[in-house]
């Protein structure tokens, strides 16, 4: 797996300090998010220089903010010596600057119904940020524009679905009435519209480099946690997290929740066995969705595992993300430093319920079968009981505390007007202030 057959990856992972893997898929560390997107821009036009008339699909929104200005800076600049030196010290060497214009672009997802026209729909962000901004041909791609998706009688989607409500019920119950009627047999025809945009992205052999961010469920596209791994492009519902997600495109959580989705499946992303894949993920709320689809066997219910059976599938990640991985939070714990209670508390209560048992009820065997937990008896010094028991008093007492009535209290002054050098005062007399709207 650290064998990388890219140069750019290579460059990039000794750069990160050449790690060992223990996870199902391998994954490249960089320092911060705007590198995210000079690694991911750079692997990408490495992939283009050998793919000149690929199939490729680009994630939308705030994802690929960075990846974006990278590639145009790149691009732009490609005979600037800055830039030149740039590209070599991270692996990309290549004797000509890539042409895009042969790229057949696949487009990932879309809210349904949506115009084409309105700012924040995937259409037109895509039109403005990979057709016009990259100079990719639009007469190769492979769009999603829910006007020229037929319905029932000619009629458009906001005379068939009032208030842009889709009913999918009547997939299999009867109608009531003409507008359930037309509803039905717009639903069909919706659905046989997925069945020939997946038919035309298997005709094309599959999505060669795919890239795309991964939500807070672990969703990659739209296919949300319990997705089945053979899913292709349909039309359909998301949860609660990711209408959470989209409220702020959408305009607030009332719209979004009634909102539904076209998107390429799971199976739709592998089906080319040697497509390159790239996930990239930052921050710390991202990292339980991470852990699961690179650490856990494959499951439905983390819809980025189905990654594991491509060899040239990826994660690229900030180091907070990486540092939480099982290995390189090994790696850090066994760095020369005193075990402190919250950690042991930690460490104890995760192999409680890997083990499905109560913290007094396991056994040393059961601590010294973690690799976390070996090494905190090796630091501490302590008893396995010890340590238990220790710990499970710690968190009782947390509970306990918390559950317990507040009563006869009052609200600490942080800070006062009248001391202005106090650190809260000065914090606030720093920040800018807000402009009027």
Not at 92 to 114: H, M, R, S, T, W
Not at 176 to 195: G, V
Not at 383 to 402: D, F, L, P, S
Not at 416 to 425: T, V
């Amino acid at each position: 797996m650290q064998n990388f057959p890219s140069s750019v990856e290579t460059a990039f992972f000794k750069k990160a300090g050449s790690y060992e893997f223990t996870t199902h898929m391998p994954y490249i560390l960089v320092d911060n998010f705007p590198r995210l997107g000079m690694l991911t821009a750079l692997r990408f036009l490495e992939w283009v220089s050998q793919n000149p008339d690929g199939l490729i699909s680009l994630p939308t929104g705030k994802t690929p903010e960075y990846f974006i200005k990278w590639t145009m800076h790149f691009l732009q600049h490609w005979d600037d010596r800055d830039a030149k030196q740039l590209r070599e010290d991270h692996g990309l060497i290549l004797a000509k600057k890539p042409d895009l214009k042969g790229l057949q672009f696949v487009q990932i997802d879309e809210f349904y119904p949506i115009s084409p026209e309105q700012h924040n729909s995937f259409y037109y962000y895509i039109r403005n940020f990979y057709i016009d901004g990259f100079g990719l041909d639009e007469k190769k791609a492979l769009l999603v524009n829910c006007d020229d998706i037929r319905l029932a009688d000619g009629k458009s989607f906001k005379e068939v679905f009032p208030g842009n409500i889709v009913d999918l019920s009547l997939r299999y119950r009867e109608c009531k009435n003409e507008l359930d009627r037309q509803q039905q047999d717009s639903i069909f025809l919706i659905d046989d519209w997925c069945s020939g945009y997946e038919k035309k992205i298997q005709d094309k052999g599959g999505i060669g480099f795919f890239l795309g961010g991964i939500g807070p469920d672990g969703h990659i596209a739209f296919n949300i946690k319990g997705s089945d791994h053979y899913s292709t492009t349909r039309l359909t519902s998301t949860n609660f997290e990711t209408q959470a997600v989209a409220a702020t495109d959408l305009g607030g959580i009332e719209i979004s929740r009634n909102r539904l989705v076209i998107t390429i499946g799971l199976a739709t992303i592998t089906y080319n066995p040697t497509a390159t894949v790239i996930i990239i993920a930052a921050g710390e709320a991202k990292v339980p969705v991470v852990r699961s689809a690179v650490e856990k066997k494959k499951h439905q219910q983390y819809p980025a595992s189905v990654l594991q059976d491509l060899n040239h599938a990826r994660f690229f990640v900030t180091r907070g993300i990486a540092g939480a991985l099982s290995r390189r939070r090994l790696e850090y714990f066994r760095a020369p430093r005193s075990v402190d209670d919250e950690l042991a508390d930690e460490i104890l209560a995760d192999i409680s319920c890997s083990r499905n048992k109560p913290l007094l009820k396991l056994t040393k065997d059961d601590i010294e079968a973690d690799p976390m937990g070996r090494e905190l008896l090796l630091k501490g010094g302590a008893g396995w009981n010890t340590y238990a028991e220790a710990a499970h008093g710690r968190i009782v007492a947390k509970i306990e505390k918390g559950l317990s009535p507040v009563s006869a209290t009052t609200r600490r002054r942080i800070f006062s007007p009248a001391s202005p050098r106090s650190a809260g005062a000065e914090g606030i007399s720093r920040m800018p202030s807000r402009p009027r709207s």
